[in-house]
């Protein structure tokens, strides 16, 4: 590595204009639009791109031109170093007939904390993403209620608000029934699954406004998109911690999560918090929808099917290291994970490397919160040899997440929703990460 | 908050005149809704048949129908390919390779007149007038051996239709929890 002057013995623009005394120039437009980065870079850096020229003890070579001008991006991006960081399908799953009904995947072992980037949540749409105009959207609130009521979106942002951070996961989420297959990523069996602070007003209110009558026990939430989706919901539910949620992580939702209006149920299968969400319907009993028959029920093995199966149970998975992921050296490794518990907050998590023959605890992240994705994590000496990484979490209700064969004794694929087992992560003697199932 | 207390005055009038249970406080945001504002959008159906509509259809007009709007996704008897299948299957639901069809699995008649109509074709749904509808529901309902060829639906007979997995459902709420705990 030979360190590297700039050769050119013209004086570069911004030395120029700070000869000249006028600093306020450096950032005139007229001088400086949006080719100077690229001019400035023509002139002082001829002969770049050697292997090592941007390491110690060279200078780098974006220190030796100015970067993108400010505002640049009026909504800004991700570095185009993290291009490979998106939502994708699943590996090894043959894509549906049409992406109208169809998922993709969080890159949870790309993440960081518990909060999912609004343009990372997983998606799963039953007739496409619509396109709808905010100030044409009206929700409605009938049924069993005093007054049948009309909100335009005003009026919703009008009421009193709450802020709260929960994860949503799909109920399809993780499929580990079968022989696991190793070349899938956290991506691919636990990516159904996002986290982000979201903002509305309590459901409690709204309906308040209409007026619940006291026979009413269900609800109907349907959406306005071309399914036009619906679930039925528990009035306890509807009344408990329900939330009519018009924003996520800051900024109003995306058309992806239901903009302007979704339904944000905690700790409730995916499926049930409707996203643009357009009508509510107060009922006595359940409304037997297609969503709550023939989809998200689990067929058991003496052929009845369970539905209303709506409490996501508590899980855990390590991101890293996680399949598809590569070990370096032996030596010290911070094992890393998500726990969550649609019943409440995560009491314990535990930390295998021997497949689940010992544990020990791992240090979550305070605060762990409600119905909230809670990190977790535990330092780990590989000794090179190859290990099983497993973890295990306790939620405050004392259910333990159970191991894939407990869970397969009294289930299997054609229940195919709400698969919460113990997921496990080989790691070879070279340091490569597969999944073990 | 002069406004505020007059919405908890209101909320105790309307609490007094009423008597409904959830009402603490009231805001009077939103408008009332028109009876002919909710008879727009109030398209669900209840599994006893509330909220069908007038109309009727037959497994005749329903075949056609079929072949030329739901057949290249469903396969022209319901057989599926490249989207769900929706016929057959009966009996299956304790193997291992269990078929959920409208026929082996579907608890209620009403709910396929409703998802149809709410849903179905895909690429353009709500566009199915309720004598279309209730023709391509006789005519599934036919090709699942539940009704006879020559059966005409309405509002009356579709309820009344009891389906073969009628009682297969369970429901995990309130005392299931969610799943069973391995």
């Known amino acids: ?437 | 908050m002069p406004g505020k207390i007059a919405s908890a005055a209101l909320a105790i009038a309307a609490i007094a005149a009423s008597g409904p249970v959830y009402a603490a406080e009231r805001y009077d945001f939103g408008r009332p809704a028109t009876p002919q504002e909710v008879k727009g959008w109030d398209i669900d159906v209840s599994p006893d048949g509330a909220g069908l509509p007038p109309g009727h259809g037959d497994v005749q007009q329903g075949e056609a129908i079929f072949a030329e709007k739901c057949a290249s996704c469903h396969g022209a008897h319901g057989e599926g390919k490249p989207m769900d299948r929706l016929v057959g299957g009966m009996g299956t639901l304790r193997d291992k390779k269990a078929e959920k069809t409208v026929g082996s699995f579907w608890p209620y008649a009403a709910t396929l007149f409703d998802f149809v109509r709410r849903a179905m074709p895909l690429n353009a749904p709500q566009s199915l007038t309720p004598d279309e509808v209730y023709s391509v529901s006789a005519y599934l309902l036919f090709l699942n051996g539940i009704v006879a060829q020559d059966t005409t639906l309405d509002a009356d007979t579709l309820a009344k239709i009891k389906m073969p997995n009628r009682d297969g459902f369970v429901s995990a709420y309130p005392k299931l929890g969610a799943s069973p705990k391995p």
Not at chain 1, 199 to 218: D, F, N, S, Y
Not at chain 1, 221 to 228: I, P, T, W
Request: glycine letters at 8%; charged letters at 20%.
């Open chain 1, 1 to 437: 590595m030979i360190p590297r002057t700039p050769k050119s013995k013209e004086p570069s623009p911004i030395a120029a204009e700070r000869q000249d005394g006028d600093a306020r120039l450096i950032t005139r437009r007229s001088l400086f639009g949006a080719s100077a980065s690229a001019a400035a870079a023509a002139i002082v850096s001829p002969g770049l791109a050697q292997e090592g020229d941007n390491l110690p003890p060279s200078v780098p070579e974006w220190q030796l031109h100015p970067g993108d001008e400010t505002l640049s991006l009026p909504y800004g991006r991700p570095s185009k170093f993290e291009a490979n960081v998106v939502r994708r399908y699943r590996q090894g799953l043959p894509e549906p007939p049409t992406r109208l009904s169809s998922f993709s995947l969080t890159p949870l072992q790309d993440l960081c904390g518990i909060i999912t980037p609004n343009g990372l949540h997983y998606e799963r749409h039953h007739a496409g993403v619509p396109t709808i105009d905010p100030s044409e959207h009206r929700l409605m609130v009938h049924g069993l209620v005093e007054r049948p009521l009309i909100f335009t979106m005003e009026d919703v942002t009008r009421f009193p608000s709450v802020s709260r951070i929960h994860f949503l996961e799909c109920s399809g989420n993780t499929q580990n029934w079968g022989a696991p297959k190793p070349e899938l990523t956290a991506q691919d069996t636990h990516g159904l699954l996002s986290c982000c602070e979201w903002t509305g007003v309590p459901l409690a209110t709204v309906l308040a406004e209409a007026g619940v009558k006291p026979e009413a026990k269900w609800m109907l939430a349907e959406g306005a998109d071309a399914a036009a989706m619906t679930r039925s919901i528990p009035i306890e539910k509807a009344l408990d911690d329900a939330l009519l949620a018009y924003a996520q992580n800051g900024e109003r939702l995306r058309p992806e999560q239901g903009y302007p209006l979704r339904l944000l149920l905690p700790g409730y299968e995916g499926n049930t918090n409707v996203k643009w969400l357009r009508r509510l319907k107060l009922g006595v009993e359940p409304f037997q929808t297609r969503e709550e028959t023939s989809k998200y029920s689990m067929l058991m093995p003496d052929g009845t099917a369970r539905q209303f199966n709506l409490v996501m149970e508590a899980k855990s998975v390590i991101t890293f290291p996680s399949g598809g992921q590569r070990l370096g050296a032996p030596g010290f490794y911070e094992i890393s994970g998500i726990a969550w518990s649609g019943a409440g907050k995560v009491a314990r998590v535990e930390v295998s490397s021997d497949g689940g023959s010992s544990w020990r605890d791992a240090a979550l992240q305070e605060p762990a919160m409600s119905k909230c994705l809670t990190r977790f994590r535990a330092p780990w000496d590989w000794d090179g040899s190859p290990s099983t990484l497993a973890s295990r979490v306790t939620d405050e209700t004392g259910y333990v997440q159970p191991t894939r064969e407990a869970l397969l004794k009294v289930r299997d694929v054609r229940s195919y929703y709400h698969y919460n087992a113990i997921q496990t992560w080989s790691v070879a003697a070279g340091g490569a990460v597969t999944n073990a199932g």
